[in-house]
């Protein structure tokens, strides 16, 4: 079930939720494909609604199938086939496991080689600060670690319950954690107008706002952004910081889209390297859990569910708590570790795997800037949309101009404006995109959310299919 957040953490439910829109697009897809179906005005459904790679045609990092493949059936060590690099990765994964199988469960933060090499992979990123293997959690995916500790940070009751600051537009995983906790979400809006920017004076209304209701003590930011694409300047995150410090909130970085800039003269700034560069006294005392994945970046693997989060200054009463939450699951997918291992060590210049990694690496990214380049500047060509530089991620997020009359249809089929439209995007063109409302958005405003990871030839397609179809909706119901 998917929530429209309102404005003090209750969460509004549509008779027509996105996840049962999402669901009528394959239903729509096997309708195609029976000869006697109903007939559509499109041939394919083009699910521009999620961010899965691999499933829109990107094609797999071959360094990282390969040390896979190896620890999955290690016969293969014997084979030629396969690279001197890729082969010593794969023992080394191995004699981490018990039994050297991937088959074996792990320590519930781990496999400790894994860890160690997360931990070398931030001291690289962020030019030198330390960071402890033993703060590092290798988790399923990200959402995993963000659910965990969402789990160890919720208590109370009526005013003294949890507040967990997030973002509007924000990512529904958030929402959905923060009602199945049974916690309190406190929104706080990002800056559409300032390329949606995160603003110090609307994080300290909304955190007033909500002590009369609740006792905030978590503060979220997604960067670079997702619905919404933007990547945080390194002033607005010191600016965020400080604020976490200053309010004693604790910071929850998701950045698994840190390797998505594509924006000249943005770039990516770890919480963890800023916090650090600000002084002892905010590094030695804001508590900050920061979060990567194996399924977006370059790699695209969201089905082996890798990811890790590093967890700094946590009290070691509560760091006791969270190993024994995590230890409930057992461990997470071991080949998961393995992929999230090969994302943090990849192959080096002098080593025989590296030319082909970096070959590949750059294509997808290059590919990505060049999609994302080809989004903004359409949508800026369509009257009545309006969409902000996509600097990162994978999304573009654009406002949509929707006449009074549509809105009044809208709510005679008991559905949200930005809904409605979306479904008869779906319904004229076969393109599946989410409406703002799953994500949430200012009053007044409407959205959609759409990946940028079809091919290039078939965005091409379905911008031009949205520009004809919002064209003729703005005529039908002017």
Not at 55 to 71: D, E, H, K, N, Y
Not at 124 to 141: C, E, F, K
Not at 437 to 443: L, N, V, Y
Request: charge should be neutral.
């Amino acid at each position: 079930m998917w929530f429209i957040p309102s404005s003090q953490g209750r969460r509004i439910n549509l008779e027509l939720t996105a996840h049962e829109f999402v669901i009528r697009a394959p239903v729509m897809q096997a309708s195609l494909l029976q000869s006697s179906g109903i007939k559509k005005p499109f041939t394919e459904v083009i699910k521009a609604n999620i961010g899965d790679a691999h499933a829109m045609g990107q094609r797999p990092i071959t360094f990282l199938r390969q040390v896979v493949a190896l620890c999955t059936y290690p016969n293969l060590l014997d084979s030629p086939s396969f690279p001197e690099d890729a082969k010593k990765r794969a023992k080394r994964i191995l004699q981490g496991c018990g039994g050297n199988s991937l088959g074996s469960y792990t320590s519930s933060q781990g496999i400790n080689c894994i860890r160690e090499d997360v931990a070398s992979y931030i001291e690289r990123r962020d030019g030198g600060v330390p960071a402890d293997p033993d703060n590092i959690y290798l988790t399923t995916g990200a959402s995993d670690g963000i659910s965990a500790i969402l789990k160890i940070l919720i208590s109370g009751w009526g005013k003294s319950r949890t507040g967990v600051m997030i973002h509007i537009p924000q990512y529904p995983l958030y929402s959905a954690a923060i009602s199945e906790l049974d916690a309190i979400q406190v929104n706080y809006y990002l800056d559409e107008e300032n390329c949606w920017a995160l603003n110090v004076d609307e994080l300290r209304r909304a955190l007033n706002e909500a002590r009369a209701y609740c006792n905030p003590k978590v503060l979220c930011v997604i960067n670079p952004g997702n619905p919404t694409g933007q990547v945080q300047s390194r002033k607005c995150i010191e600016d965020v910081i400080h604020f976490a410090w200053e309010e004693k909130l604790f910071l929850l970085a998701d950045e698994v889209y840190q390797d998505n800039v594509y924006s000249e003269g943005c770039q990516f700034h770890s919480f963890k390297k800023i916090l650090y560069e600000m002084g002892p006294e905010y590094y030695n005392n804001v508590e900050l859990a920061s979060f990567h994945s194996t399924s977006k970046g370059y790699m695209g693997e969201c089905g082996y569910r890798g990811g890790y989060m590093e967890v700094i200054n946590l009290h070691p009463e509560i760091k006791g708590q969270l190993v024994k939450l995590l230890s409930v699951r057992l461990c997470p997918p071991v080949s998961g570790q393995a992929a999230m291992d090969i994302v943090v060590n990849p192959p080096v210049p002098g080593e025989e795997s590296y030319a082909q990694f970096i070959k590949e690496k750059e294509s997808v990214l290059n590919n990505l800037a060049k999609k994302a380049k080809l989004t903004e500047d359409m949508f800026s060509k369509i009257p009545g949309i309006h969409c902000n530089p996509l600097q990162g991620a994978m999304y573009a997020f654009p406002r949509i101009f929707i006449p009074s009359k549509a809105i009044e249809e809208a709510k005679a089929h008991k559905m949200a404006p930005d809904m409605f439209y979306c479904m008869k995007l779906l319904e004229e063109t076969g393109i599946c995109v989410v409406p703002g409302s799953g994500f949430g958005q200012r009053e007044g405003t409407y959205h959609f959310r759409m990946t940028i990871l079809p091919p290039v030839e078939k965005l091409k397609i379905l911008l031009e299919k949205i520009k004809d179809f919002h064209i003729k909706f703005l005529e039908k119901y002017a």
